[in-house]
């Protein structure tokens, strides 16, 4: 116990030390520290809190210290999380690389590759992108096409994928490819890792309904990926995407990033009005409001019983799904109410001087998320097989 | 994830549940449910014997644990086995009493002991939910008080010893101030009761109190106290309610789950197709959430309108939750879910008798409103 009380207080003392007063207010989502080679710090101060805490391995606080991380055991994860809360801290660091490569690196990477990539991640230094999904391979993902033709020393891969978020920023895409083009579907798949500046490789941004370009068609082209540069054995890639999904579905679903943001309420308030008992002006959106709220608040219960759980060093496994399908339809739930408080105003898509207005952008963006990293619909059918044992 | 399972409560919860599971086939219970006296003094008797009873009261109370997740534990283990005794009736019989003060140790002691069966009788007919609405009067005379009225759906009325009632010391019906909150004995002269069966068994009864003579002892609390008092204890139900339903929904979850996996349609298992796949996850997910909202609540915090804000989201929540649960349930079943047969039927009344009991889905929306001014 004193031992925990210790700590605490040297965390606090070194995070007031330490974290740029800049870096102590509400972070929008185009001030988020995504790292990499060509990231564009928006302020000395991003860079200089990266450095602090990734010299401290606290960006990915859980991982052990010899691959950058912390070396935090789950009462000590508890507390920095709290600490950093209490002063506003911004999240140093937000990647794939920490989000879902990590973990799959961690469980099945080699040692040689772990003490490789996950420094990098753990730094901000190197960048990833996923290259999961193709044209033709969504939902049912282990139909990919991409082909790694065995080459000897290499793979030659030659294929395309699709709503490859950042691949036009990323660095290195940890990719799903078939290499056995004989094996069964899902046997027939192996993951790999390479570098996005290597010959062959092309991206072409789309524009997302919300205006903004976040994902890409990514081009390979016999690119040559060195055979170290697999995870796992051949053919053993499914296993790795498929846990890999739980670590991206756990990411979403608890993302601070949902829930963060405008206080429901207080946005109601100014913008509605309020009677003399302090109540919203307008009765049934009264009422929605006070729903939505009961259920965000059942739902952090159990986002902090999950956290909790995980910490102590489980995994949620399939049941990742739950807090995806929760997390997700919740934020919906939230954005849809945003724009009801907003009314007409809401619909502005950008200023006279053509600043950008946030609201509907977000709520367009929120579409997404019953969709990315396994639809709403693929939630309900795991969650059914994998962990109500219904048949299949 | 569930609540967190220090080793006494892994014991207290496994002495219920084995108790039950040996003593409470659906079939048995329904014997006792739909009975004249809706419960039964023997089974009563055996499991207040185990300290059930004494698990909802704190060490001060006379009991031995008592918080707010004790209390949750044993209603939802009440709740998995559909267990019609007057548990309710205790605990919040007992909270009341021991909100008198030592002038009830004796009552309060043989209610934490399961001797005696206690009830609450908070409703009027005009009331629906608003504990605040008493049109029962309680007169001040020389030697104590005089009560007239009459309370509506009291459950358990007919089996308890000792009555708690709600009478209007002063002001207009509607008003927060002017209650008392008395402890009667039943057996008092000019208490009369006419009892009735519940739809999903059990029993309660409608009270009229005829010039009721009551010595100045009975009063528990008064003036702002009294409202105080039966909103602290209409937390407790709020609670031990939530808890309940969850124990229920549980099972209708498993024996949901168990019979789409079962029935055969189609020449497969209905438990393949895709619509009833997703239906079931739903309704497991919201049990979830409602499970959450309960664990909230049952941290009781001593901030008043903290207490209050989670008891009636959980409420509000189970509520809703366990509407659609009974129904859902009942829906997936087909034609067997409608049969008396079918314990699945006796769950689904149980969840929307207590969605009825302390406040409503409806009820608690205001409420939540009221109390975080939305
Ligand atoms: C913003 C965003 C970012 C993304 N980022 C990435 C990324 O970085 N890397 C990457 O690889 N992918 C990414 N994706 C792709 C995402 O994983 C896929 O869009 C998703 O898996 C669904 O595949 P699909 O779009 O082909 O839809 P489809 O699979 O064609 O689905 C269409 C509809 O059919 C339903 N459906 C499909 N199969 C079934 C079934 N068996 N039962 C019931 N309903 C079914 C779906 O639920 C959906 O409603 C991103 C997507 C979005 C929106």
């Avoid at chain 1, 907003?342 to 579409?367: E, F, Y």
């Avoid at chain 2, 002892?217 to 702002?224: F, H, M, P, T, Y």
């Avoid at chain 2, 309610?241 to 349609?265: C, D, P, W, Y």
């Avoid at chain 2, 796949?277 to 915090?301: C, F, G, W």
Wanted: overall charge negative; hydrophobic content about 40%; proline content about 3%.
């Amino acid at each position: 116990m004193q031992d925990i009380d210790h700590f605490r207080a040297e965390v606090s003392h070194w995070l007031n030390e330490n974290c740029p007063k800049t870096m102590r207010t509400p972070m929008p989502d185009d001030e988020i520290c995504w790292g990499g080679r060509e990231f564009a710090f928006v302020s000395d101060d991003q860079r200089l809190w990266l450095n602090r805490m990734a010299a401290r391995g606290w960006t990915v606080p859980a991982w052990p210290k010899k691959y950058g991380g912390g070396g935090l055991n789950g009462a000590q994860q508890k507390i920095l999380a709290e600490q950093m809360q209490a002063i506003n801290a911004r999240s140093p660091l937000q990647s794939f690389g920490i989000g879902m490569l990590g973990p799959a690196l961690l469980e099945f990477g080699s040692e040689a590759q772990k003490l490789h990539y996950l420094p990098q991640i753990a730094s901000g230094e190197i960048r990833w992108c996923q290259g999961y999904s193709e044209p033709d391979a969504g939902s049912d993902l282990a139909s990919i096409k991409t082909a790694g033709v065995d080459e000897g020393d290499y793979f030659s891969v030659t294929g395309q994928k699709i709503w490859t978020s950042y691949a036009d920023k990323a660095d290195w895409i940890f990719c799903l490819v078939r290499t056995e083009p004989d094996a069964k579907k899902h046997k027939g798949i192996s993951f790999l890792l390479f570098d996005m500046t290597s010959q062959g490789v092309s991206t072409k941004p789309i524009e997302l309904i919300s205006g903004e370009s976040v994902f890409c068609e990514t081009f390979f082209d016999a690119v040559k990926v060195p055979k170290q540069n697999i995870v796992g054995g051949r053919g053993q890639g499914w296993t790795i995407a498929k846990y890999l999904l739980n670590h991206e579905r756990e990411m979403i679903g608890g993302s601070d990033l949902l829930f963060g943001g405008a206080d429901v309420c207080a946005l109601a308030s100014a913008q509605i009005g309020v009677d003399e008992n302090g109540r919203l002006n307008d009765s049934i959106l009264r009422a929605e409001l006070a729903k939505f709220i009961i259920d965000e608040m059942a739902f952090d219960a159990h986002l902090a019983m999950t956290k909790n759980y995980m910490r102590a060093g489980n995994q949620l496994g399939a049941r990742s799904a739950e807090l995806k399908y929760l997390g997700t339809e919740l934020n919906q739930q939230r954005q849809n109410h945003i724009m009801a408080i907003g009314g007409l105003g809401a619909l502005i898509w950008s200023s006279h001087n053509n600043q950008t207005h946030q609201t509907p952008r977000q709520w367009l963006r929120s579409k997404a998320n019953s969709i990315e990293g396994g639809t709403s619909e693929i939630m309900l059918s795991i969650l059914a097989k994998a962990v109500l044992k219904m048949p299949s | 994830m569930d609540f967190k399972l220090t080793e006494d409560r892994r014991m207290l919860e496994d002495t219920i549940s084995r108790f039950l599971a040996d003593k409470y086939s659906i079939s048995k219970r329904n014997d006792i449910a739909y009975s004249e006296t809706g419960h039964s003094a023997q089974i009563w008797a055996e499991m207040a014997e185990l300290g059930i009873v004494a698990a909802l009261f704190t060490e001060i109370e006379g009991g031995f644990v008592g918080q707010g997740f004790d209390i949750a534990l044993v209603f939802e283990a009440l709740g998995r086995a559909l267990c019609p005794e007057p548990f309710l009736g205790a605990l919040l019989t007992g909270k009341a009493l021991a909100a008198g003060g030592a002038e009830h140790a004796d009552w309060l002691n043989s209610i934490v002991s399961g001797e005696k069966i206690g009830a609450v009788a908070f409703e009027e007919d005009q009331s629906h939910y608003q504990l605040q609405h008493v049109a029962t009067s309680a007169t001040k005379t020389a030697s104590g008080y005089l009560i007239n009225g009459n309370k509506a759906v009291v459950t358990h009325v007919e089996a308890a010893d000792i009555i708690i009632i709600s009478a209007r010391l002063s002001g207009n019906v509607d008003d927060q101030s002017g209650l008392g909150i008395f402890a009667v004995a039943a057996d008092i002269a000019g208490l009369e009761i006419q009892d009735y069966a519940n739809v999903e068994g059990g029993r309660s009864g409608q009270l009229t109190l005829t010039n009721v003579a009551l010595p100045p002892e009975a009063l528990l609390a008064e003036g702002d106290a009294a409202f105080e008092l039966l909103e602290t204890i209409a937390g407790y139900a709020h609670l031990a309610l939530s808890a309940e339903a969850l124990g229920i929904m549980e099972v209708l979850k498993f024996s949901t789950i168990e019979f789409l996996n079962l029935r055969q349609q189609f020449g497969v298992p209905i438990g393949k197709f895709q619509a009833l796949q997703h239906r079931m996850v739903e309704l497991v997910l919201d049990i979830e959430q409602a499970r959450s909202a309960v664990i909230n609540a049952s941290t009781l915090p001593c901030d008043k309108i903290d207490r209050a804000k989670r008891l009636s989201a959980a409420k509000l929540t189970v509520s809703a939750t366990g509407t659609k649960v009974a129904e859902e349930a009942i829906q997936m079943h087909g034609g067997i879910g409608m049969t008396w047969e079918m314990p699945v039927s006796h769950f689904a009344k149980r969840l929307v008798m207590i969605e009825h009991l302390f406040g409503d889905e409806d009820y608690h929306l205001a409420r939540y409103i009221e109390l975080s001014k939305v």
